[in-house]
Antibody, heavy 120, light 107 residues
Framework: QVQLQQWGAGLLKPSETLSLTCDVS????????WNWIRQPPGQGLEWIGE???????TYNPSLKSRVTISLDTSKIQFSLRLTSVTAADTAVYYC??????????????WGQGTMVTVSS | AIQMTQSPSSLAASVGDRVTITCRAS??????LGWYQQKPGKAPKLLIF???SLESGVPSRFSGSGSGTAFTLTISNLQPEDFATYYC?????????FGQGTKVEIK
């Protein structure tokens, strides 16, 4: 059974860099896309970006200038960096796997979520 | 970016009811739409993908329909564990975008 376990700093000051890692167990990177999604308190879900198994990335234009998603194939982990954070970046951050079945996509496995608070 | 609009934003229903949630896309997205269930403090869970395909392990009382710009999620015979917030997601083109959510509450 595939499991995604994520971790990272939960409290940041404005202008600092958010850094989260997601470990994938029970599966491989091949054939999937690896995503980050966030959810501000009491609000809906926002897609941040993804990396495929070969390291190619796609980002949400609203965050593109500040986001880097990378993968470590040796550890079967992928990571999120978000620079110059502000209070607006306060949210629960999720990692998620996107599967593709007959050219149809879906987020089928999710991490447990990490609450990140930005406060001075 | 494609805008996804869900309705209603919340509803109250009883166990055994049939519930329908609608999602509309700001442009045609073929059937590139998924439905997710989220309970408080938990990650979303995939229910339906490609508008109509039931994810493995999801009860058959959940069903999806639609294509183009209009989609529905139907829960027949609502069960106590179905009280949650439901989100649609378009995966037609980047950036992937979610609806704002529909909270299903106990009447």
């Amino acid at each position: 059974q595939v499991q995604l376990q994520q971790w990272g700093a939960g409290l940041l000051k404005p202008s600092e860099t958010l850094s989260l890692t997601c470990d994938v167990s029970g599966g491989s990177f091949s054939g999937y896309r690896w995503n980050w999604i966030r959810q501000p308190p009491g609000q809906g879900l926002e897609w941040i970006g993804e990396v495929n198994h070969s390291g190619s990335t796609t980002y949400n234009p609203s965050l593109k200038s500040r986001v880097t998603i990378s993968l470590d194939t040796s550890k079967i982990q992928f990571s999120l960096r978000l620079t110059s954070v502000t209070a607006a970046d306060t949210a629960v951050y999720y990692c998620a796997r996107m599967k593709t079945v007959y050219a149809r996509d879906a987020f089928d496995f999710w991490g447990q979520g990490t609450m990140v608070t930005v406060s001075s | 970016a494609i805008q996804m609009t869900q309705s209603p934003s919340s509803l109250a229903a009883s166990v055994g009811d049939r519930v329908t949630i609608t999602c509309r896309a700001s442009q045609a997205i073929r059937n590139d739409l998924g439905w997710y269930q989220q309970k408080p403090g938990k990650a979303p869970k995939l229910l339906i993908f490609a508008a109509v395909s039931l994810e493995s392990g999801v009860p058959s009382r959940f069903s999806g329909s639609g294509s183009g710009t209009a989609f529905t999620l139907t829960i027949s015979n609502l069960q106590p564990e179905d009280f949650a917030t439901y989100y649609c997601l378009q995966d037609y083109n980047y950036p992937w975008t979610f609806g704002q959510g529909t909270k299903v509450e106990i009447k």
